[in-house]
T-cell receptor, first 110, second 117 residues
């Protein structure tokens, strides 16, 4: 069974700090996605990484796919209160399904 | 704008009741999904569907069934609600009908909060 493990589960930081969230698996994935979910809303796609070693940037967010395609990281530079939310990684499994990590709950205090 | 609409945002039901959660998408997507989300467990797939009248079990189908009579509508049914089904339920859709997830964006509804008492 393919699993995605996210760490940390909770993160509370001050505005302006940097942080990294990790998504790890013992299985190889053809691609990984990162979603952000705000309270009371459904998750919204941030990025899809498809090539081992790939780095993608979205403003202050940097996403990396591991060389072996078993892990990914999300790095936020100079976090802002608007970055607060639940961050989820997700990857495809056989048969058209998408599995999700447990999520990282990020709180950025002003 | 693409849209996945879940008809009920908040429901309170009694143990043993039959519960229907409705989901409609306006993007002509082939694939539709039902997940439940619980703190610390992430999203877990209940059922999904590649096409009208087709359904596949996800990871936690016990106690649930689904119906897809029209392409745009995917319903989740709790035949006899129990307290351990109290959760947030998310409907989602994505294009493609072959069953192979190709990295397309998956679009989620806003969620339905179900409390079973």
């Amino acid at each position: 069974t393919q699993l995605l493990e996210q760490s940390p589960q909770f993160l509370s930081i001050q505005e302006g700090e940097n942080l990294t969230v990790y998504c790890n698996s013992s299985s190889v994935f053809s691609s990984l996605q990162w979603y952000r979910q705000e309270p009371g809303e459904g998750p919204v796609l941030l990025v899809t990484v498809v090539t081992g070693g790939e780095v993608k940037k979205l403003k202050r967010l940097t996403f990396q796919f591991g060389d072996a395609r078993k892990d990914s990281s999300l790095h936020i530079t100079a976090a802002q209160p608007g970055d607060t939310g639940l961050y989820l990684c997700a990857g495809p499994t056989g048969g058209g399904k998408l599995i999700f990590g447990q999520g990282t709950e990020l709180s950025v205090k002003p | 704008d693409v849209k996945v609409t879940q008809s009920s945002r908040y429901l309170v039901k009694r143990t043993g009741e039959k519960v229907f959660l409705e989901c409609v998408q306006d993007m002509d997507h082939e694939n539709m999904f039902w997940y439940r989300q619980d703190p610390g467990l992430g999203l877990r797939l209940i059922y999904f569907s590649y096409d009208v009248k087709m359904k596949e079990k996800g990871d936690i189908p016990e106690g649930y069934s689904v119906s897809r009579e029209k392409k745009e509508r995917f319903s989740l049914i709790l035949e006899s609600a129990s307290t351990n089904q109290t959760s947030m339920y998310l409907c989602a859709s994505t294009p493609g009908g072959t069953g192979a997830f190709s990295g397309n964006t998956i679009y989620f509804g806003e969620g339905s909060w179900l409390t079973v008492v």
